[in-house]
């Protein structure tokens, strides 16, 4: 086990009604607030009224910016930024999934920053950021307690990340009714999304992690199990619930925690999302089987045990490869059966630009660790999941 620094201070207030808390969440740290959201879906619902309410009882001042996109753009984070300035907002409070979270979260680092706030996507550490909350609506991307944010540069459609321990939002609403009215499609793209999460911490050549492991697996069949009755039955709490929950566990650090992780599916994937603009976790459920039987070899061992613990394969001490391709199967089975695509031409995507994803998502370095990839490496991949 590897050593490591824990450190996530976000408070979670979890549970039916706890949106209504909201208010009073933001009162302890300021009075006036930038109102960040998506499309609008939240007023269609009856959220956003309930939201401006809380905040009026509370006398929270608030300016909006509304209209994040799915692969949230760099033009909304500088708007957002100039905002904040114009109106000398200290805090900010993002309502939706990973989108406006992550949108909010570049926003926050750029405000006191007096350079182009894209200059932390190219590197540059963040010294300074505002405080931020959530309301959170759509659980996928875990940004509601994680220190990272993903955003896509209009010019040359480059998606990438940053990662600080002074973006993660100080608090964080959950409650899973909020998730109800969300399509299936969203729901199983964010339940993809979590699980990869899981699996780029999983897959790692560091020895003796017995707990994490068991935690990792643990996390994944809860969802495994919880996935289908939340899409069959969208109202039922419960299950919304562990998704949601396991949404959180997925990515606040807990599961990485003395292990090497790998990060080379979310790299590639989001080459495929900043020209598509594919949904990110319907991108991660076509890149990652392909990843998985490009690299396994590594560590056979590894991808037995995953076969094993996850999916129920039964040892095969005739042919390990046997039993791990089993694994893989079954992994992009459930991805299909919850309605995920699980290759490229499902996406309705050729391979006229493999070779330019590749060469994007490489060209300051291989990527990952579990099996560093270079360009060709990458490219094979995507062949692959055509």
């Known amino acids: 086990m590897q050593n490591f620094i824990f450190q996530n201070a976000t408070r979670i207030l979890f549970g039916a009604g706890t949106h209504t808390q909201v208010g009073k969440e933001v009162s302890r740290h300021t009075n006036k607030v930038l ?36 692969n949230p753009r760099l033009s909304m ?3 957002g930024i100039e905002l904040c300035r114009e109106h000398k907002i ?7 999934g990973g989108s406006p979270i992550d949108s909010a979260k570049a926003i926050a680092a750029g405000v006191p920053y007096p350079g182009d706030v894209w200059d932390f996507f190219a590197g ?18 875990g940004s509601e307690s ?43 793209a964010g339940i993809t999304d979590m699980m990869a999460h899981i699996l780029e911490r ?15 697996e643990a996390t994944l069949k809860c969802i495994i199990r919880n996935a289908p009755k939340a899409l069959k039955e969208p109202n039922n709490y419960d299950a919304r619930a562990e998704i949601m929950w396991s949404g959180t566990i997925a990515h606040n650090g807990i599961l990485g925690t ?25 991108g991660l459920a076509i890149i990652f089987p392909a990843w998985m039987k490009y690299v396994y070899q590594v560590v056979p061992e590894r991808f037995m045990q995953y076969a094993y613990r996850v999916w129920d394969v039964a040892p095969d001490f005739f042919s390990k490869t046997n039993m791990i391709h089993e694994g893989i199967a079954r992994t992009k089975q459930f991805f299909s059966e919850i309605g995920m695509p699980v290759s490229l031409t499902e996406a309705g995507i050729d391979a006229s630009r493999l070779e330019e994803m590749a060469q994007k998502c490489t060209e300051h370095g291989p990527l990952g660790s579990f099996m560093p990839l270079h360009k060709q490496d990458v490219l094979k991949i995507l062949q692959t999941a055509l």
Not at 90 to 96: K, V, W
Not at 161 to 185: C, D, H, K, Q, W
Not at 264 to 272: M, N, P, R, S
């Open 146 to 188: 994680s220190d990272s944010s993903v955003i896509t540069k209009e010019e040359g459609w480059y998606k990438r990340a940053i990662g600080s321990n002074l973006l993660r939002p100080v608090f964080s609403i959950m409650n899973p009714e909020l998730t109800y009215t969300l399509p299936p499609y969203q729901t199983a």
């Open 258 to 282: 003395g292990r090497i992780s790998d990060w080379a599916t979310h790299g590639i994937e989001h080459e495929l999302s900043g020209i598509y603009d594919i949904t990110h976790g319907a």
């Open 90 to 96: 200290d805090f900010i409070l993002a309502i939706g």
């Open 77 to 79: 984070v500088k708007k």
């Open 35 to 70: 109102l960040h959201y998506g499309s609008g879906s939240i007023k269609k619902t009856g959220l956003y009224d309930q939201i401006v309410q809380s905040l009026r009882e509370s006398q929270i001042g608030f300016v909006e910016l509304a209209g994040v996109q799915p």
């Open 202 to 216: 999983y897959f790692t050549t560091e020895p003796n992690v017995d707990l994490t492991d068991r935690l990792c």
């Open 124 to 141: 540059k550490r963040i010294e300074k950021a505002l405080k931020l909350g959530v309301v959170l609506t759509i659980p996928a991307a």
